[in-house]
């Protein structure tokens, strides 16, 4: 085979792995460790971890020919964690600088509690280079510990002074606060300190963090204080009333402040964006208030601005009506979506659901939701039959949140002669709603030919309270459509309705695709009564019936559990096996120790995670060594288990000590 | 499995993902990826992803929820005209090219990861504008893609304004016709077109109309992971011709990755070139 060329990556590495397990492996590894290929190499870090000795890897740290197998080792070497620890400290009081160096680098990516003490002298070593090297570390490491050296450091050599800032801003003890303060106007310096103090968020900070922004106009140190005291702002929600405040009303400050912030809310630079929106809000600049809302929010930051402009709702609420007025429609929704209005607010809103684009009509939706006033219900209503998607999905959400009564707008979609997808948004109105209303109707509609309807009626039904609407809901388990009796029976698990497991062991008999939903429903319900059935029926079942047949069982555990997942183990499937193991660490007492260090021989990942957690989870010390090679499995995923249950048996060796 | 192993089953999900179409996500993705998943777990009547996973993996109908999926998973984003010094390339450089060289008489060319055709069409009013049918030169554009929605937009043609961002008002009456607040491609433009569902990552794909004499395979390759690349690389080399070319986008490159495609530049521009494994 010739593998020599960039093309063949996907053969080399499947030669690595056929290697794995032959007498050549270590050699295989290391070549597989230099290849030019990162697919290859990150295999043969992993391999690495797992099977070479910390001291051959550290070998490689001190290779400055071969800058890739260095890093490659590095990595293998980080990936060991624990298992690196001992030799790596060794390093770092060694004679060679070079490879100090590197073994504080790892050591701080593995950051490890046990390393930190040890890290400690390194912050005074002769070598800056490795002093510099600590302190990053120590920094990383959050270690509180190091905070009055590294204060004595920022006002030491300045080729660490810039370590030591930083470091102190990601430990975040307020000690540091003052010594920090102190270098602000450090020309060199002020940038880090700025960030730092960002990082630390200190409450204290706000007055002299806000002058600088104020009066600075050197940009990245501007750009860094902006995001400094938004960050300070942020986490302070309480400093309202604080004097620092206070110049925020001066008017060259808001002249200066409105020009640079209007800037940054056309950029794209979202965290910039972001920190100028804080301050547009804090500072009341209600004339940049159409950029920010204009702004499209990340997706997971919408509730953001509305949380701010909360705090200075009076305000908001008066400057709010102009903005509906915008001509941007991203403006108009914005306001409807994120400003804080009051109470008489009805009628604005209702006349925004007339506004010609369909994203401004959802969102007056869904701020009409938000006011609860059953006066709008009607309008709502009027909504739910628009055939903007927006617009009815907002509005059936709206109508749910009102007060009960207000559901008596949907008679007519509900009547007999109503169009279909009228009725199924209806009864998703009442579903969302918990509602008891229009009861007939939806009793009715369970009974309905068109078997949409019947589902969406029994959905309504399901969300009723108590018991009452068991009987009506059960009746669906003998609709004659597969797609209704399958919801019925995802219906009835919601309800936790136990009266319903001997229909639904009954059903059993019926086959593919509702017994599929039987078994996982039986398992969600508990149903030990049922054990035994969904045992006698494994042999015969199809295979995706079989595994959820196992996951059941592991969650109703009955008797005799853990022999029947010891027969699944042994089968074939690896998936089987995985829903076996699962439920097997679950279950397992002391006595099956041996197992469970065989399972996390296992070839499977999944199999040796699950054996892993259940190690820790019986928390025997004779788990720790097999821990400790868990520690740097292949799997990332796995040796983090290892070394979350090594944490959980030291915790459990201290108990007994003390 | 749950609680303790929601990690586990993540990753089971993104492994699977990644084994099937060659895509992999970014962790920063992960609550979004969650979010539009949800939908899937709820109309499937699923508890939660392990149970999902498990679905992926072994129920009977899995073949119809990975189409499902992907059409989650995949970004499709495109238009007309995108790198549009791309599509002069084809025509001044490439085509006249290919033509003396091997007098195809049938130009082949395959857009792999087309989405929902934006490329492909614009390969074919490239070469429309260029009069290239004049010189009795033919063409076949076939267009694939992961995601079956974006192949039936494809066939359909009917875009929204955000497809033609790159085309100027003239451009966009010449080629649409504009359909409500849409636009409608021109019939003539789907001259030689052929599009269908095809997935790039898997073993032993099967392109119908192969060999092709040019491959454009742009914004795709960037979410591949490192073993789907190759082997969409090797696809491509095998179907591509002698000296054929393969079009790449602006962030994706071979260099340093690949020496079986040589780097050409071409007016300021890099492509890549078969170069035969052995020579
Ligand atoms: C960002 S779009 C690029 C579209 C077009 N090539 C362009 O540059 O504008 C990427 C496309 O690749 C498709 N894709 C992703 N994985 C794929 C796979 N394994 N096989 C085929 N297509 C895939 C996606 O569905 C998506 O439509």
Redesign the interface.
């Known amino acids: 085979m010739?593998v020599d060329?960039?093309?063949d990556?996907?053969e080399r590495l499947t030669a690595l792995q056929a290697a794995a397990a032959s007498p050549g492996r270590d050699q295989a590894i290391v070549v597989g460790l230099k290849d030019?290929?990162?697919?290859v190499r990150?295999n043969a870090i992993a391999l690495a971890a797992r099977h070479l000795a910390p001291e051959v890897l550290a070998e490689f740290l001190a290779d400055d020919e071969d800058a890739i197998l260095r890093n490659a080792a590095q990595a293998a070497l980080e990936r060991q964690g624990p298992h690196a620890i001992p030799h790596l400290l060794s390093l770092t009081r060694g004679a060679d600088p070079e490879l100090a160096f590197f073994a504080v680098q790892i050591l701080s990516t593995i950051n490890d509690v046990s390393a930190k003490q040890a890290l400690l002298p390194l912050l005074d070593h002769s070598d800056r280079n490795i002093a510099q090297a600590a302190v990053e570390a120590l920094g990383h490491m959050r270690a509180t510990e190091a905070v009055p050296a590294l204060i004595r450091l920022l006002a030491g050599d300045p080729w660490l002074q810039f370590a030591a800032a930083s470091a102190l801003g990601r430990i975040g003890d307020a000690r540091a606060v003052g010594p920090l303060l102190e270098r602000l106007d450090d020309e060199l310096l002020a940038e880090i300190v700025v960030e730092a103090l960002g990082r630390m968020g200190d409450a204290a900070t706000l007055a002299p963090l806000l002058d600088r922004l104020v009066s600075s106009d050197r940009l990245p140190l501007r750009d860094q204080l902006l995001l400094a005291v938004a960050a300070v702002l942020e986490r302070n929600p309480g400093l309202r009333g604080v004097p620092a405040r206070a110049r925020l009303w001066r008017p060259e400050v808001r002249a200066g402040l409105g020009e640079y912030l209007g800037g940054l809310l056309a950029m794209h630079d979202a965290t910039l964006a972001r920190s100028a929106g804080v301050l547009v809000v804090h500072a009341e600049l209600w004339n940049l208030m159409p950029a920010l809302l204009a702004r499209n929010p990340d997706?997971?930051e919408e509730g953001w601005l509305e949380g701010m402009l909360r705090r200075c709702r009076r305000r908001a609420r008066a400057e709010w009506l102009p903005l509906l007025q915008h001509s941007d429609p991203r403006v108009r929704a914005g306001a409807l979506l994120q400003v804080p209005f009051g109470a008489g607010a009805g009628p604005a809103l209702a006349a925004c659901l007339q506004d010609r684009d369909p994203e401004v009509r959802a969102a007056a939706c869904f701020a009409l939701g938000r006011l609860r006033e059953p006066s709008a219900a009607s309008a709502l209503a009027r909504a739910l039959r628009s055939s903007d998607a927006r617009e009815h999905a907002a509005a059936a959400q709206a109508l749910a949140q009102l007060p009960r009564q207000s559901l008596a707008e949907l008679a007519p979609d509900l009547e007999p002669g109503a169009d279909e997808e009228q009725m199924e948004r209806a009864l998703g109105v009442l579903e969302q709603a918990r509602s008891t209303m229009h009861r007939e109707r939806v009793r009715a509609l369970v009974q309905d030919g068109r078997p949409a309807l019947r589902q969406a009626a029994l959905r309504v039904l399901g969300r009723y309270p108590g018991h009452a609407a068991d009987g009506w809901i059960m009746a669906g388990l003998r609709d004659d459509d597969t797609v209704v009796r399958?919801?019925t029976?995802?219906i009835l698990v919601r309800r936790r309705c136990r009266k319903a497991i001997p229909a639904l062991v009954e059903l059993l008999s019926a086959g593919?695709?509702l017994r599929?939903?039987l078994v996982?429903a039986l398992g969600?319900l508990r149903a030990r009564a049922a054990a035994s059935r969904l045992q006698a029926l494994y042999a015969g079942a199809?295979?995706?019936e079989r595994?959820?047949i196992v996951?059941a069982l592991n969650q109703m555990a009955p008797a005799g559990l853990l022999a029947f997942l010891r027969e699944v183990l042994r089968e074939p499937?690896v998936?089987l096996r995985?829903?076996a193991s699962?439920g097997f660490v679950r279950a397992a007492g002391a006595h099956e120790f041996e197992t469970m260090v065989a399972l996390a021989r296992d070839a499977d990942w999944?199999v040796r995670?699950?054996a892993t957690?259940g190690l820790g989870r019986l928390g025997l010390p004779e788990a720790q060594s097999h821990l400790m090679l868990l520690a740097r499995d292949v799997e990332p995923?796995v040796a983090?288990t290892a070394q979350a249950a090594m944490g959980r048996l030291r915790g459990n060796s201290r108990g007994r000590d003390a | 499995?749950n609680g303790?192993?929601a990690?586990?089953e993540w990753?089971?999900l993104l492994d699977l993902v990644s084994r099937e179409f060659g895509l992999v996500f970014q962790d920063s993705r992960r609550?979004?990826l969650e979010?539009r998943l949800l939908p899937r777990l709820r109309a499937l009547?699923l508890?939660s992803f392990g149970?999902y996973y498990?679905?992926l993996?072994?129920?009977?109908?899995r073949g119809a929820e990975l189409r499902e999926l992907a059409r989650i998973v995949t970004n499709n984003e495109t238009y007309f005209f995108r790198e549009a010094h791309h599509f002069d390339l084809l025509v001044q450089q490439v085509v006249p090219q290919l033509s003396t060289h091997s007098r195809p008489g049938l130009l082949r060319v395959l857009s792999a990861g087309c989405s929902s055709g934006d490329e492909a069409y614009s390969i074919v009013i490239a070469l429309q504008g260029a009069l290239v049918d004049r010189t009795g030169l033919d063409w076949q554009i076939d267009a694939c893609d992961l995601n079956s929605a974006r192949i039936a937009q494809a066939r359909e043609g009917l875009y929204e304004a955000g497809s033609l961002r790159a085309c100027d008002e003239l451009g966009r009456s010449a080629h649409f016709s504009a359909q409500g607040d849409r636009f409608r491609l021109r019939p003539e433009h789907r001259k030689g077109t052929s599009f269908f569902e095809a997935n790039l990552a898997v073993a032993g794909l099967d392109l119908p109309g192969a060999p092709y004499h040019v491959i454009f395979c742009r914004n795709v390759l960037i979410y591949f992971s490192?073993?789907a690349f190759?082997?969409t690389?090797?696809h491509f080399?095998r179907t591509l011709v002698a000296g054929g070319y393969l079009f790449l986008g602006h962030a994706e490159s071979l260099i340093?990755?690949?020496?079986?495609f040589q780097p050409v530049r071409l007016c300021n521009s890099i492509v890549y070139r078969k170069q035969d494994?052995?020579p």
Not at chain 1, 36 to 39: I, T
Not at chain 2, 57 to 61: G, K, L, V
């Open positions: 010739k060329t960039l093309s990556a996907q030019a290929s990162p697919l990150q997706s997971g399958i919801a029976v995802e593919h695709p599929y939903h996982r969600r199809p295979l995706h595994i959820e996951v499937d998936e995985r829903v699962d999944v995670n699950h957690w995923l983090r | 499995m303790q192993f990690e586990e990753k089971l609550r979004h979010s009547g508890e149970a498990r679905y993996a072994r129920h009977p109908e490192e073993e190759h082997r690389l090797s080399h340093g990755r690949r020496n079986d494994k052995n």
